[in-house]
């Protein structure tokens, strides 16, 4: 009969327990079992080079799965309360979006300096992983996936919603669960012929934070102009631009 392989139980040092302690001060959440917080703060390249040293570690990409989970779950569960009847399944989707994007994610990450705290790889850490959004917005959905295996869902709200409640009143204060692109195609539309496109007039910064600038045209004029960590935003910036243009 073939026996099964025991896994091996993560190790924490002394110098582990300081760390995660300082952490777990930040975060206002005290793990029972400090195993999964290391784990939620283990990069795959730390993983990887422990591994090549014959020691068992493993990286936080499980967790991130389990934490971009439970991060909607709770997000779209508040949204729906919060947000009244006015607001139709495509602006609670957009308003959801912008709160589990990576720009946001990273935000929150960088709020608590979880950069700080990550275990990487020599390579990453000496390439600047620490800051690369990535990275953190990852870490942040892994630390999220610990905290509700710790101590379950409603305790993994609790933690969440300090960081989405003030988002979520930002986003309704600057009106930004519009689809801009939306409205501007429909106000294009009324004029039969006219072409629309958005184009990427560059881009700035390092890789980490890589920004894009996008001009949209009307007719080959340009008629918005939008800067943002992503395309997609960019894109969104540009347009609205263009509807001021338009007098909306």
């Known amino acids: 009969m073939k026996k099964r392989s025991k896994k091996t139980k993560t190790v924490l040092s002394e110098e582990d327990l300081i760390l995660l302690a300082k952490l777990e001060r930040a975060l206002g959440y005290t793990f029972k079992r400090k195993e999964l917080l290391k784990n939620a703060l283990s990069h795959s390249s730390f993983a990887n080079e422990m591994r090549s040293k014959q020691i068992q570690a493993d990286s936080n990409e499980r967790l991130e799965f389990l934490g971009d989970t439970v991060l909607s779950l709770i997000t779209s569960e508040y949204l729906y309360k919060e947000l009244g009847r006015g607001y139709g399944e495509g602006d609670l989707s957009r308003v959801r979006s912008a709160i589990v994007c990576e720009g946001s994610l990273f935000g929150f990450a960088k709020s608590m300096e979880l950069g700080d705290y990550l275990y990487l790889g020599k390579g990453e850490a000496a390439t600047n992983g620490r800051e690369r959004r990535s990275i953190l917005a990852d870490a942040f959905e892994a630390v999220l996936g610990a905290v509700y295996l710790d101590s379950g869902l409603a305790v993994a709200r609790k933690y969440l919603l300090k960081y ?20 501007l195609q429909q106000i294009v539309q009324r004029t039969p012929g006219e072409l629309l496109e958005y184009i990427l007039a560059g881009e700035s910064g390092p890789a980490h934070e890589r920004r ?37």
Do not use: C, M, S
Request: net charge negative.
């Open 164 to 183: 989405i409640e003030p988002t979520v009143a930002e986003i309704k204060k600057d009106g930004n669960t519009k689809d801009y692109k939306t409205l």
């Open 212 to 248: 894009f600038e996008v001009h949209v045209l009307l007719n080959n004029n340009i008629i918005g102009k939008g800067v943002a960590f992503t395309k997609r935003e960019a894109e969104q910036f540009a347009a609205k631009e263009a509807l001021v243009w338009f007098g909306e």
